[in-house]
């Protein structure tokens, strides 16, 4: 089913609006957040969350040209929350990678204390992502948003390990940079 | 600022970009 015609189900707070998204998007969304959480059952509970929350959001939001976006945001935030929960998790496996590949980012003097405002954040990454070319920014998302290994992006677009190790570096320096530029210091 | 507020502030990106993101090439590799 179209996203648009999803999205009118919701808007008609018809129910089947949720096992119409579940059948279209669900597996998708449950294999982000297990790539994190490495965990089936906790996955699964971030993709049933994901449904209520949309559920929730869906009106006012009428994420109507591509719905994926909008459920994927909810479902790596469930995601990450938990994993920053659960201690066991944050100091293993790919979500410690992941965060340690974000802490190059931040910039020196950034106070680890306090609160980035997450929706000034956003607004920062997408400044520094609309500079970058279409193909960094790819691989950086594939990374960052759809958490892809090295290995599977390397198999997405054919390029070699060290080209996409150096991209993404690359593109990190530049996030720090951009940050910094933003005032993302003490 | 933290490690993970950061990676989540990455699940901001536009719309655009993660749909070209989910539906760029699958290349069969070189």
């Known amino acids: ?42 996955a699964e509970e971030c993709e049933n969350e994901t449904y209520l929350e949309a559920w929730g959001l869906i009106p006012p939001h ?4 591509y719905l994926f976006a909008f459920l994927g945001r909810i479902t790596r935030h469930l995601a990450i929350d938990e994993c920053r929960k659960r201690e066991s998790l944050k100091r293993q496996g790919l979500f410690c990678e992941l ?12 106070s680890a204390e306090e609160e980035a405002d997450a929706e000034a954040l956003k607004s920062t990454v997408n400044s520094f992502l609309e500079k970058c070319s279409e193909e960094q920014r790819n691989v950086f998302l594939r990374r960052y948003w759809f958490f892809d ?13 060290s080209k996409v190790k150096t ?11 951009h940050l910094e530029r933003e005032g993302y210091i003490i | 600022m933290k490690d ?15 749909k070209s993101a989910a539906e760029g090439k699958k290349s069969s590799g070189r």
């Open chain 1, 1 to 42: 089913m179209e996203d648009e015609k999803i999205v009118e189900l919701f808007l008609a707070r018809d129910e089947s609006a949720i096992a119409r998204t579940a059948e279209k998007y669900g597996a998708a969304l449950r294999k982000t957040a297990e790539r994190i959480l490495r965990d089936a059952g906790a």
């Open chain 1, 62 to 65: 009428e994420p109507r040209s």
């Open chain 1, 99 to 110: 965060t340690r590949e974000m802490e190059e980012c931040i910039p020196a003097g950034s």
């Open chain 1, 149 to 161: 290994t090295v290995p599977e992006i390397c198999a997405r677009y054919g390029f070699s390990k």
């Open chain 1, 167 to 177: 991209m993404l570096f690359r593109m990190r320096e530049g996030l720090r940079r």
């Open chain 2, 4 to 18: 993970y507020e950061l990676l989540d502030a990455v699940g901001g990106a536009k719309e655009e970009y993660i």
